[in-house]
């Protein structure tokens, strides 16, 4: 029983501080907020002409899809994996098994699409 008075008044003690604190702290609403000084004026920007938004025109496409049998076309012999960005050449470990979303002429075409040869 005498732990329990012992609490209450502990909790009692407690709570008159915070409620002091916090009517002391309440004259602190009355400062006035702080002043910032104002940001630099951005110079104008011309707007942009048409030559200099033109994108630049593409390159012809150097890779073909698989044939409608699923064969790879003549002269493309590179077969290149869109999910992975890996390319695979004739004789590689894995070209047999690759399923390509493009076919391409020489590596350097795959190459400058962004892909990367197969290391096997």
């Not at 502990?10 to 002391?24: E, I, K, N």
């Not at 894995?94 to 020489?106: G, I, L, S």
Request: charged share 25%; hydrophobic share 40%.
């Amino acid at each position: 029983m005498r732990r329990l008075l012992l609490l209450l008044l502990l909790l009692g003690t407690v709570a008159a501080a915070v409620a002091l604190r916090r009517d002391r702290s309440g004259a602190r609403d009355d400062l006035a907020p702080p002043v910032w000084p104002p940001l630099p004026a951005r110079p104008p920007v011309a707007p942009a002409t048409s030559a200099l938004r033109a994108e630049p025109e593409s390159p012809p496409a150097t890779w073909k899809p698989l044939a409608d049998d699923g064969s790879v076309p003549d002269g493309y012999p590179i077969k290149a994996n869109d999910s992975s960005m890996i390319f695979h050449v004739p004789g590689g470990r894995f070209y047999d098994r690759t399923k390509p979303e493009r076919c391409y002429a020489t590596e350097t075409d795959a190459t400058a699409d962004g892909y990367r040869r197969a290391k096997s």
